[in-house]
């Protein structure tokens, strides 16, 4: 069973734009959901997380550049990317709990 899924990924420039969205089962709704992404040849990262009540919080690497929100009456939580770079390069996954979706392409290149 599909518990959450992720969409919004693809090709950009720097500087540009992306929003992901994460939607997640009924069961995740009081629960933290995380976002993570996973570089070429590095391990997979913590990016940001939002509490059940909204209150959001990043990794240093994307303070000021990421946004994480939340709409429970939709059971989705979104990641907008502002001033992509290149390092952002990487599959971003959506989480709660011990679930994770399968993830959505990202990639920042001229």
């Known amino acids: 069973q599909v518990q959450l899924v992720e969409s919004g990924g693809g090709l950009v420039q720097p500087g540009e734009s992306l929003r992901l969205s994460c939607t997640y089962h009924?069961?995740?709704?009081?629960?933290?959901v995380g976002w993570y992404r996973r570089a070429p040849g590095k391990e997979r990262e913590f990016v940001g997380g939002?509490?059940?009540?909204?209150?959001?919080r990043y990794v240093d690497s994307v303070k000021g550049r990421f946004t994480i929100s939340r709409d429970n009456a939709k059971n989705t939580v979104s990641l907008q990317m502002n001033n992509l770079k290149p390092e952002d390069t990487a599959v971003y996954y959506c989480?709660?709990?011990?679930?994770w979706g399968q993830g959505t392409q990202v990639t920042v290149s001229t």
């Open positions: 989480a709660s709990k011990t679930s």
């Open positions: 009924t069961s995740f709704s009081a629960a933290i």
């Open positions: 939002i509490s059940p009540d909204g209150v959001p």
